[in-house]
């Protein structure tokens, strides 16, 4: 018999340490571990990390094996694996009705529960009974079930089981909006039952997705059907909102211990190498001692403080926790563990031998690791004042399987006994390797031929949807229904994925089904869903961001195919590709945009060097034959056949009435966003006003089609060749349309609402419903059928959409319909005249809700942000946690009331929002809650202020915007630059009697000077905003115009000097009212200094308590939560939210700043035993500002601004000797017992 090498002696010394740690536990029925002798819970968690050990032992046996007893022992251990994991699978598949209806609640009493008997399988509390839901948990069995596979052993036996793990994929893939009780069931550290979003839970969710993706859990033996799938965009999310969150853990907890298992072993989830050091260092300055590391600061579990009689903790309490929390030193081993898979060897060396130290070694020579190490109730006290001083006492769980499981990993690698690289056989750890640079392949597609035409006219050569067979191309939605299967499962009542929107990624690769290859469509393109598809110059910029998406989000094998349908609803009025959107391909052509590489080409040329993925899924026999007939229907679909809306044909109409519509101006009315009238007031401007101008253009003529017939009418192309234009005219006998069509939309000028031209309508909206009669509801039907106007259509498909409801049945034409169906007929009459305030009223009528929208409010409430909807003060609605699509929608639409324009435009707004959080995160720094409401009412009031016109104005011209310079003006907002308002006119021309053409059939930017007055042409108003440049010659703030037209200089020739200074002291003029617009900018936008929130912590502890405008921060906050804490920052915010006046909350938050300074540089020997008032100090300050600049009484009177501060000292600059600052400091001085000289000068670095 051959003797035992000295590496099969450590290999028997190490089973033999497994078997008495973990093995003997080990229940021979169910293959769980209990928590103890004496518990016999099973914990999911501890149940995986325990048996991660055994694996790796069973790996080192296969690996080093001498003799057959060798393989006997790796294949005895595998086996102890296998029991394990498929007795936590069948204890999850036992709740398989919890795991569907979690997949579409995200609800605690939904999910499964975290630990299971480990006698029998079942359930051991109820399922409120604890904080069952820890995504973490059920990520980390995904992710060894993944890593276990890939090494060979076979843990899924049945087809079943694998519908059972894909919906399990389903489970955690929502974990970046999920709040849990997180990695030590607690959700919020109080333990009140609080659910939060730990970074712990999402790290290990995205490692889990990406480890299981494409995996065949039969291993070698599998086929098709035993490969499961993840969508791309779910990981995707989690690493974004994980990269968001850290170095924090969740809102009650800055740091935790437990993202070194997202950082490192065993998730390697994080892949920005920068990140993972600023994590790991804030772990080991803050949490690390001698006997291991705090979970987090102000842990209160097993401490002498802590009461035993309790679970929760009172928020009080928790600074008693402070500097004696537990530690637990199986976070040496993680160390070990991760020095190893780092290569760092000094870390390696240094905490193998704090691990050493703080083993237990039994009489026979066994190494048992404690759970935690405590500091006795007699040495509190000398702990409290001099940290880790102090000797320990081990207590809990001897041995703590978890721990003892890392400490034989970091043994067995550190010994040679396995490489990294078979403890990671799917290479997690190179997730942060640099990644070759991605070259994306774009396609364009024409709709038809007649685009396709169009395109090669400017020398682009495209193919359409029919030439790019055999090779499909479908919308996105058909993707959301083919994966719908994925999953399904009819005995075990499982019904796949739930439709959630498919995302850019997964949209980017190609898929095979049988013999068949398909290609999908972004899901933004199409206007049916949301009315900013209308809008080229918003798709070509959306295409440009997601083109340099994929440079840091593509991770696929294969390189990304972007494809891009150009649509009839891309065309300008003139049915012409726009010239942005030539421009954009042109550039494509080049190689580059944005900064990202491209390929542009045909379909079919990308198919050898795309990602593709098998629809394997498909071919599932278990599927019944409604749903093969399903999967037909989508591959077979006829394409929709509605006409278009403003087709062109020969047809003759009754005169068009002229009389005023009874109901003229209702859709303008139902708007209630509201300018600041004290600041209107300042802006409005001495008539003529800007506004008469604007209006002057936005009149159209009526086009008298007897004379035209709608006959085609020859043109010249750019390229000299004739073809014919065919003009919009409505095809009266479609049965799917009933308005009658005009050739612009303008046919009358805007009227004031209260307009004396209709006292009938202004008596009926202020005397209310007593005037109900006086509209006659067949005279409406009437006008409807007599007029081509879109307003007066719009307005009189309002009112009866108010009065009578959607489903009321009207007769146009002759043909019965509904008023749901002249609404549809509307939005999209609207949006191909790019009427973007029509657009957005009629989508709110119509209740349209854009698909992004529950993604576009997660994204930014997981990255710390708070939202509100609604116009404050009454109506407004904080939304804190994710909420699903149509709750969301609902609470907007409530919010919003009966203004839909404001519904339309709020989601509009957090569609925007969402995609600069993503881009630029550094707008939003300091920025706890993003008031849309106010958000709105801040466009207008900038609008107001740059255009010259009253609120109501303003607020018409913001709706009228498009989604692009929507959009424009937000990132403006945000980021602070300074901007201008330029205008331009689309120009349609038209024929004039007898068919006299005085110009081209198409549209065109043009500025005032090009304009013939005389020519028959039909000029609507279009607002573009830009960045303001250094020495632009405008003299205001934000001048209409760059460059004046004749027309424009007519109608502002009158300017008020409280203004305005004269056009050569334009600088002077540009800096004045700059620093009261910045302060209220930045209160309207809630924007705080850098490490704000942490500084008044500060603050508070010296004190008694903070009162700002009556609202009172106490000192025992301080007592509650650390100084890094969300929760403390939305504490303070609260309080200064409630400050109306935003320049105002400005000012307080300046005053704070000054307090915060005191603190920083008195080296902790001022203590005030009072409270601060900080209205006060800023009351103070400004009367000191009054007195130094000796302004005279009536003067100063007449410049009080809000909360009655001088104007003055609002536009004054922060920093300087005379800034706000200086009197702030001057006023700190004489209200707190601070030393001055006897100038009330203070002597110390704040001043």
């Avoid at 002798?37 to 999911?44: D, G, K, L, T």
């Avoid at 936590?88 to 999910?111: A, G, I, P, W, Y």
Wanted: aromatic fraction near 8%.
């Amino acid at each position: 018999m051959r003797n035992r090498s000295n590496s099969g002696v450590r290999l028997d010394y190490y089973q033999r340490l497994l078997n008495k740690t973990i093995l003997k536990y080990q229940n021979p029925v169910t293959g769980l571990l209990p928590a103890s002798e004496e518990n016999s819970h099973a914990w999911v968690r501890d149940n995986v990390y325990a048996v991660l050990s055994v694996w790796a032992l069973a790996l080192a046996y296969r690996k080093t094996a001498d003799l057959d007893e060798d393989r006997a022992k790796a294949y005895e251990l595998e086996q102890s694996v296998v029991k394990l994991m498929r007795g936590l699978l069948r204890c999850m598949m036992s709740q398989v009705e919890k795991l569907e209806r979690f997949k579409h609640t995200q609800h605690v009493n939904d999910s499964l529960h975290a630990k299971y008997c480990s006698k029998t399988g079942k359930t051991v509390v109820g399922d409120q009974a604890w904080g069952h839901l820890q995504i973490d948990a059920t990520s980390l069995y995904i992710l060894s079930l993944a890593q276990m596979t890939a090494s060979g052993l076979q843990i899924i036996f049945t087809l079943d089981e694998v519908s059972f793990v894909q919906n399990l994929i389903f489970y955690i893939e929502t974990a970046y909006r999920t709040p849990d009780y997180g990695i030590w069931e607690r959700g919020d550290k109080t333990n009140h039952g609080l659910p939060e979003l730990n970074s712990s839970s999402i790290g290990m969710a995205k490692a889990a997705l990406e480890a299981i993706n494409e995996l065949d859990l039969f291993g070698a033996r599998g086929g098709p059907l035993s490969v499961v799938h993840v969508l791309p965009d779910e990981a995707q999310q989690c690493q974004a909102i994980l990269l968001s969150m850290l170095p924090r853990e969740s809102n009650s907890k800055e740091i935790d211990a437990a993202l070194l298992t997202v950082i490192s072993f065993p998730a390697f989830a994080v892949d920005d190498g920068e990140k993972v050091e600023e994590t790991r260092d804030s772990i080991v300055t803050k949490l690390e001692g001698k006997y291991g590391f705090c979970r987090f600061l102000r842990d209160g579990y097993k401490t002498a403080r802590e009461d035993p009689n309790r679970l929760h903790y009172e928020p009080w309490e928790l600074q008693v926790f402070e500097r004696i929390e537990c530690q637990w030193p199986m976070f040496f081993a993680l160390f070990v563990l991760d020095g190893l898979f780092n290569g760092r060897e000094e870390q390696v060396k240094k905490y193998s031998e704090k691990l050493d130290s703080v083993m237990i070694k039994t009489d026979e020579g066994i190494h048992l690791l404690p759970e935690l190490y405590a500091v006795h109730k007699e040495m509190v006290e000398q702990e409290y004042k001099t940290p880790n001083s102090q000797k320990r006492e081990a207590i809990g769980r001897l041995p703590h399987r978890w721990g003892q499981s890392l400490y034989i990993i970091s043994k067995l690698v550190q010994e040679g006994f396995l490489s990294p690289g078979e403890l990671d056989p799917l290479n997690r750890r190179l997730v942060s390797e640099p990644k070759p640079d991605i070259v994306v392949q774009v396609v364009i597609l024409a709709e038809d031929e007649f685009i396709q035409s169009k395109l090669w006219e400017h020398g682009i050569k495209v193919q359409t949807m029919e030439e790019v067979r055999p090779l499909q191309v479908f919308p996105a939605s058909v993707l959301t229904q083919i994966y719908s299967l994925l999953g399904r499962n009819k005995k075990m009542g499982l019904t796949g994925r739930p439709k959630n929107e498919i995302g850019l990624l997964a949209t980017s690769k190609l898929y095979t089904y049988r013999d068949q290859i398909l290609a999908f469509i972004p899901q933004y393109v199409d206007p049916h869903q949301f009315y900013q598809a209308f809008d080229y110059n918003f798709i070509i910029d959306k295409f440009k961001n997601d083109v340099g998406y994929f440079t840091g989000n593509w991770r696929s094998l294969g390189r990304p195919v972007y494809i891009y349908s150009i649509t009839k609803a891309v065309l300008d009025v003139g049915h012409n590709p726009p010239g942005a959107l030539i421009g954009t391909i042109k550039k494509l052509q080049s190689g580059y945009i944005a900064g990202t590489r491209v390929h542009l080409g045909n379909l079919a040329d990308f198919v050898t060097t795309s990602c593709i993925t098998k629809l394997s899924f498909l071919r599932d026999p278990s599927h019944s034959e409604e749903v093969k007939h399903f999967v037909g229907d989508i591959f077979n679909r006829i394409p929709d056949t509605r006409p278009r809306l403003l087709s062109s044909s020969r047809i003759k109409t009754r005169p068009r009435s002229h009389s005023k519509s009874s109901v003229h101006g209702i859709v303008r009315r139902s708007r209630s966003i509201q300018v600041d009238p004290a600041q209107a007031k300042e802006r409005v401007p001495s008539p003529p006003s800007l506004q008469e101008s604007l209006k002057k253009f936005e009149r159209g003529i009526t086009v008298d089609r007897e004379q035209s017939g709608g006959v085609p009418i020859p043109t010249t192309s750019a390229h000299g060749r004739s073809h014919d234009v065919e003009f919009p005219i409505q095809r009266p006998h479609s049965p799917n349309l009933h308005l009658k069509g005009s050739l612009h939309p303008l046919h009358y000028s805007h009227q004031s609402p209260c307009s004396s031209s209709s006292p009938q309508l202004f008596h009926f909206f202020h005397q209310g419903t007593k005037q109900e009669s006086i509209i006659n509801v067949d005279e409406l039907v009437e006008q409807l059928n007599n007029t081509e106007v879109l307003h007066e259509q719009a307005d009189i498909i309002h009112y009866l959409y108010l009065h009578k409801g959607p489903d009321w049945e009207i007769t146009i034409d002759g043909k019965k319909c509904y008023i749901k169906e002249l609404l549809v007929e509307l939005y999209e009459k609207a949006g191909h005249w790019k009427h973007w305030g029509l657009v957005r009223h009629t989508a709110g009528l119509l209740k349209k809700r854009v698909e992004e929208l529950a993604l576009a409010a997660t994204d930014l409430l997981v990255r710390q942000k708070q939202l509100s909807v609604g116009l404050p003060p009454d109506r407004e609605r904080v939304i804190m946690r994710p909420l699903p699509p149509d709750e969301l929608a609902k609470i907007i639409f409530d919010a919003c009331g009966e203004d839909l324009s404001t519904a339309s435009l709020t989601q509009e707004l957090l569609i925007y929002l969402a995609m600069f959080i993503r881009t630029e995160p550094k707008l939003f720094n300091e920025m706890l809650r993003l008031r849309v409401g106010l958000i709105i009412q801040v466009m207008a009031s900038e609008l107001a202020r740059t255009l010259k016109c009253t609120g109501d104005e303003a607020s018409e011209h913001l709706m009228n915007l498009s989604p692009f310079e929507m959009k424009t003006l937000l990132h403006h907002i945000l980021s602070g630059k300074e901007f201008v308002i330029s205008t331009g006119y689309i120009h349609t021309c038209v024929p004039g009697p007898a068919g006299d053409l005085r110009g081209v059939g198409v549209s065109r930017w043009t500025t005032d000077s090009e304009t013939d007055e005389h020519t028959n042409v039909e000029d609507e108003c279009r607002l573009s905003v830009s960045t303001k440049k250094v020495g632009e010659e405008a003299t205001e703030f934000a001048r209409l115009s760059r460059k004046p037209h004749a027309k424009m200089q007519k109608s502002i020739h009158h300017i008020d000097p409280n203004d305005l200074e004269k056009d050569d002291e334009g600088v002077e003029s540009d800096r004045q009212g700059q620093w009261l617009r910045r302060r209220r900018l930045d209160g309207a936008l809630n924007r705080v200094p850098v490490g704000f929130y942490p500084r008044v912590w500060k603050v508070l502890k010296m004190c008694h308590g903070l009162v700002i405008e009556g609202q009172h921060l106490p000192h025992s906050l301080t007592r509650e939560m650390t100084p890094g804490e969300f929760k403390f920052a939305l504490h303070v915010e609260m309080v200064l939210n409630r400050i109306p006046q935003p320049e105002y909350r400005q000012l307080m938050v300046e005053a704070l700043m000054v307090l915060t300074l005191l603190t920083e540089n008195d080296n902790s020997k001022l203590s005030f035993s009072t409270l601060i008032y900080v209205d006060k100090i800023v009351q103070t300050a400004n009367a000191i500002y009054l007195k130094d600049q000796k302004i005279p009484s009536d003067v100063m009177e007449h410049s009080k601004g809000a909360a009655g501060i001088s104007l003055h000292f609002y536009d004054t600059a922060p920093s300087g000797r005379f800034g706000t600052m200086s009197y702030l400091c001057r006023a700190l001085a004489t209200i707190l017992p601070i030393p001055v000289d006897k100038d009330a000068n203070v002597d110390c670095a704040v001043s």
